[in-house]
């Protein structure tokens, strides 16, 4: 009884101090939280900052991070493992060796604080945002501080050498285009840099606290004090202030970020509100993003091909000239692309004049992307240079011609800018909707209407007739034509041949080149305009209603494509009971020679492949009026041009979708170890075939290995897929590449990130597929990449 009556005497004492601990902010060993929409952060002793898993809006995934509590936005002002997500069911643990450590929903270790071989006692999160884990001896053994992301709190320093990254967007915190730096000339200092080397470009904010006379007068550190101001401490002692206008009264929270479009801003915030007040800007540098971000590298404030203004908050907006887009949809401050195509290689089949157009633009400058420099010049001789150059892009004139080639860098819209500035097109790819360029036809249709509305029905009348008399002209003239065994060129740009052109240029089809399931590849030459071209000539061998119908499908929805990273198709021949189709002639052949080799390309090489097929599947399979699903990705039916740029050929097998489809059935089509395992369901067929065939192709580029053979690595294993999948759940990533010991260029980092997007693809389950588009993006690394699952569960053995 005397026992019991102890033991309640010391529970009594000792429960004000456990509650207290709980209220303290400190954070026992072996304390966790998994990554759920309900989990429970550990919280400062006031409950104003919280550390634990926040979910990212409109996402399944979540990040490790630090965020204000107390307001409706939950300011996130930190963040671990650099920015990159995890899966719902990861877990974060404190440790005693390890600290910190984040672990993904299957136990995989991503992250941890770096602590390693010290006796951690407890961690702490205290009132000021800062999250600290803590010795046995009482010291500090790592602290959120000392590792700032992108942000800055009151307190908070930065010593010589620190850095700030800016995310990549609002809602991807991986490290953005920006940077701050305290350097160690006393300067703090704002630049753009190189993704993904990062390498710094010039700066475009430089504190002015540099003194090359007088070293002491020189910076020493930025300082955050705990009222809200900053200000760069000199050697000695003197401080140069940052925040130049006067705080609100205390009751506000503070912070400074360098924000993911480059501008590094001082907010504050009220503790005390009713509604949903937003963080307001004390200062911000720099003043003119568009115009500040200057010089020769880089793409500036915005990505290539982009343009910036500022709105009316001074902040930097991006937007795409008329006729380009957005690489990645889901970021506007990203690089654009043409949504047509620019080529040196039109085998003189037009003039440059018939093939391209120019578009006027208002007040848009890009005033480092000059290659050549023309005066004295006219207007129309300025404009007739760049569209007969093969290398402009645009042109600005104003007495002297600016020539511009791709990419265009430094975009910016200037409305006292009072030169003229000319955009190239090509009119065969012009888009017939969306903010791009106006299409004559579509302007002369548009005449027509307004006439209908104001002239009488006797003229409607008569034009009606007229319409109908140039029907009947129009069809007989193209029956004509198609009879007509003489050359000509379709309005799709495409060469009609007759069987003896074609069997001349072949020398008799002589030269063999490849086959493939309908047709052989034969070599040959023939005179084009002023010039003799090298073609590749598919004869289709086996004539059936199968083959006849593949190859009026090759003919119509090829001659429609336009990409750099496609075979382009030159012309056709249809005489008869023969069908041959005339493509450009790839130099370095396949990509199967390639990779499979005595001498392995590098990895620069290697990726670079990768992201060219991507970009090419993800056109066809979103970019194009008709969808297609090529049907049969494999290395040999990837063509390398005389620069190693991958391109996409044979379409014997692709299956056409119209734009409301997005399932066909089909019978089986491929190649062994490239099939999807739809195919053997029986259920209907989606682009997913085709990112399934792409997952086993990028693993063969990445290992340079044939998907099925014998591999004396990883236990005998003998499939390419299976290999990979060990090697990455082992973190045996080495083994599945060869790569010369004096190849340098290959990225540690990058290379998972190629593996993991490849496990992706090649998932069974084909939900679990990303789209083209967004394989494209990951491998590109403008979106994180989760972590996959096992590619193979319903067949794993495992």
């Known amino acids: 009884m005397s026992s019991f009556l102890y033991l309640l005497l010391l529970l009594t004492f000792m429960l004000p101090i456990l509650v207290n601990a709980q209220d303290s902010g400190a954070v026992e060993i072996g304390a966790s939280i998994t990554a759920t929409d309900d989990a429970t952060p550990w919280l400062s002793p006031s409950g104003e900052f919280a550390f634990g898993f926040r979910k990212i809006q409109n996402t399944d995934l979540y990040l490790l991070s630090i965020w204000y509590h107390k307001i409706p936005d939950k300011t996130i002002v930190w963040f671990s493992n650099d920015g990159i997500t995890v899966p719902r069911k990861s877990k974060v643990v404190l440790t005693a060796l390890h600290g910190i450590v984040l672990s993904d929903s299957l136990g995989k270790e991503l992250w941890k604080s770096g602590t390693n ?95 090359p006379n007088d070293k002491n007068n020189s910076g020493l550190y ?28 205390p009751g506000y929270y503070h912070r400074a970020t360098l924000d993911f479009d480059g501008v590094f801003t001082q907010y504050y915030h009220p503790k005390e509100f009713t509604g949903t007040p937003s963080w307001t800007v004390v200062w911000q540098e ?27 908050k001074r902040r930097p907006v991006c937007e795409c000239i008329k006729g380009y887009v957005l690489l990645n949809p889901r970021d506007e401050y990203g690089s654009c692309k043409p949504n047509f195509s620019l080529s040196c290689d039109d085998n003189g089949l037009s003039s440059a004049e018939e093939l391209y157009g120019l578009l006027e633009l208002r007040d848009i400058d890009w005033p480092n992307s000059e290659y050549a420099v023309q005066t004295p010049i006219s207007e129309i001789e300025c404009k007739r240079s760049c569209l007969s150059d093969c290398f402009c892009a645009a042109a600005i004139y104003s007495n002297a011609c600016w020539k511009k080639k791709l990419p265009l860098a430094h975009g910016i819209r200037d409305q006292n800018f009072n030169h003229k500035t000319f955009v190239k097109f090509r ?20 005449i027509l209407v307004v006439s209908v509305l104001l002239f009488s029905s006797i003229f409607f009348n008569i034009m009606l007739l007229a319409v109908v008399c140039l029907g009947f002209f129009y069809i007989y003239r193209k029956k004509a034509i198609q009879h007509q065994p003489h050359n000509t060129v379709t309005e799709n740009n495409l060469r009609f041949f007759t069987f003896k052109e074609l069997e001349k240029a072949t020398s008799g089809f002589k030269e063999e080149l490849g086959r493939g399931a309908f047709g052989i590849v034969y070599k040959g030459a023939v005179q084009l305009s002023s010039t003799t071209t090298i073609i590749a000539v598919k004869k289709l061998d086996r004539m059936t209603q199968d083959t006849d119908k593949e190859f009026k499908s090759e003919v119509s929805i090829i001659a429609q494509t336009h990409h750099k990273n496609l ?13 041959l189709l005339v493509y450009e002639y790839m130099v370095n052949g396949t990509l199967a020679r390639l990779l499979f080799a005595d001498v392995k390309p590098g990895w620069m090489q290697r990726s670079h492949i990768g992201l060219g097929i991507a970009r090419g599947l993800a056109y066809l399979h979103e970019e194009c009026s008709t969808q297609i699903i090529h049907c049969d990705i494999k290395p040999q039916n990837i063509l390398l041009d005389e620069y190693h740029n991958a391109r996409i050929s044979d379409f014997g097998l692709a299956k056409l979708l119209n734009i409301n489809q997005s399932r066909t059935n089909t019978a089986i089509r491929g190649t062994k170890g490239y099939v999807a395992a739809e195919w053997f369901r029986n259920i209907p067929v989606t682009v997913k075939v085709d990112v399934y065939s792409f997952g086993v192709l990028l693993l063969e580029i990445i290992c340079c290995r044939r998907s099925v053979e014998n591999f004396e690595l990883g236990g005998g294993k003998d499939i390419l897929t299976d290999l990979a999948w060990d090697c990455f759940r082992e973190g045996r990533l080495g083994d599945l590449v060869e790569i010369e010991k004096e190849d340098e260029s290959i990225k540690w980092n990058e290379l998972g990130r190629f593996v993991m997007v490849g496990i992706w693809c090649i998932q069974e389950d084909p939900s679990l597929r990303p789209t083209m588009r967004k394989v494209s993006q990951m491998l590109e690394g403008v979106v994180d990449v ?12 495992r």
């Open 286 to 312: 720099p003043g003119n993003m568009c115009a500040d971000v200057k010089g020769v590298h880089g793409s500036g404030a915005c990505g290539f091909n982009n343009v910036c203004s500022l709105d009316d």
């Open 427 to 446: 009119k065969a790819d012009l888009p017939l909707q969306g903010p791009n360029f106006p299409n004559k036809k579509d302007q002369d249709n548009l």
């Open 222 to 249: 930025l300082s955050f004090n705990e009222t809200g101001y900053m200000y760069i401490v000199r050697g000695n002692g003197g401080i140069y202030d940052l925040t130049k206008q006067k705080l609100p009264a």
């Open 117 to 211: 071989n010290t006796d951690i006692s407890y961690a702490y999160m205290n009132n000021t945002g800062n999250f600290m884990l803590m010795g046995s001896d009482g010291f500090k053994l790592w602290d959120s501080f000392s590792n700032p992301t992108d942000t800055l709190l009151p307190t908070q320093s930065m010593e010589i050498g620190g850095v700030l990254y800016s995310r990549v967007s609002e809602t991807n915190f991986a490290k953005g285009r920006f940077q701050s730096r305290m350097l160690k000339g006393g300067t703090f200092e704002i630049n753009p840099r190189e993704m993904p080397t990062y390498n710094a470009y010039r700066s475009y904010y430089v504190s002015p606290t540099s003194d």
């Open 786 to 797: 989760p972590y996959p699952p096992c590619p193979s569960p319903f067949s794993s053995t």
């Open 567 to 579: 075979v382009r198709l030159v012309g056709f021949c249809d005489e008869g009971r023969q069908r």
